[in-house]
């Protein structure tokens, strides 16, 4: 019974990804075709180290994307590169304080940036070193870091790890 279950679900995992992905790519593409921003050359990224002018695109409502889309905002996602080495990630610096923020992400919770530290994904979730499956939100050492490097934050921001969709990371 389970063996069918698994084949049906991955049927239809099948199925959707078959039909869906075709308009997933004619939206993209269109997208690219109509923006108006400009094009991000290959030498102003790596891999893995963000530009620091990073521009990610906002809808009236909520949704973000780090390409152009119809109907989406271009905003410019303050990025700090502290370290550059390969193996590190993002943490990003919230806020309940709307004015200077990127964008909202529900809740009254507002993305003020994001800063480039040392450590490694799980899933999506960035983890810095030392910092491996705890909760870097409760953590000073990342409140002052965020609190220092982006102001607006007006001494009330905290960090969190969720930054693989930037990258491609489910």
């Not at 899933?123 to 607006?152: H, M, V, W």
Request: with cysteine.
């Amino acid at each position: 019974m389970k063996t069918k279950q698994f084949i049906a679900s991955t049927l239809t995992l099948f199925v959707t990804t078959v039909l869906c992905f075709p308009l997933v790519q004619s939206t993209v593409a269109q997208a690219q075709t109509t923006s108006t921003a400009p094009a991000l050359l290959v030498s102003q990224v790596t891999d893995y180290l963000l530009p620091e002018d990073f521009r990610v695109y906002v809808s009236a409502q909520g949704g973000v994307v780090n390409w152009p889309a119809p109907g989406y905002i271009e905003k410019i996602l303050p990025t700090v590169n502290k370290y550059t080495l390969q193996d590190g990630g993002y943490i990003a610096c919230y806020s309940h304080n709307q004015e200077g923020s990127i964008y909202s992400v529900g809740g009254g919770i507002y993305v003020m940036g994001q800063i480039r530290l040392q450590g490694g994904y799980i899933g999506r979730i960035f983890q810095p070193k030392g910092y491996e499956g705890k909760d870097i939100s409760a953590a000073q050492e990342f409140k002052t870091l965020c609190n220092q490097t982006f102001p607006a934050a007006r001494s009330g921001g905290w960090a969190g790890g969720d930054t693989g969709g930037w990258f491609g990371i489910q």
